[in-house]
């Protein structure tokens, strides 16, 4: 069931509040794009790196890939 936030209300979804800051302040503040491609070519390292190399603590410091694949294979 899809749930949306109030408007305003960002703490109802901490999560993606935190995802968002760590990707503004770690690849958003730190470059400047000259159009959507070079943002894509600069964005897609940090990602998969957020995602496949990087634990974290919220997810028992295992990669959010890791916990996915734990997930999947625990629902079967």
């Known amino acids: 069931e899809l749930k949306l936030i109030q408007p305003g209300r960002p703490t109802q979804n901490g999560y993606i509040e935190s995802s968002n800051g760590k990707f503004r302040d770690e690849c958003l503040n730190e470059h400047w794009f000259r159009d959507l491609v070079h943002a894509r070519e600069l964005i897609s390292p940090w990602r998969q790196d957020y995602n496949e190399q990087r634990p974290h603590s919220s997810l028992g410091y295992q990669t959010p890939a890791e916990f996915a694949a734990a997930f ?5």
Request: aromatic content about 0%.
């Open 72 to 76: 999947r294979s625990h629902k079967k």
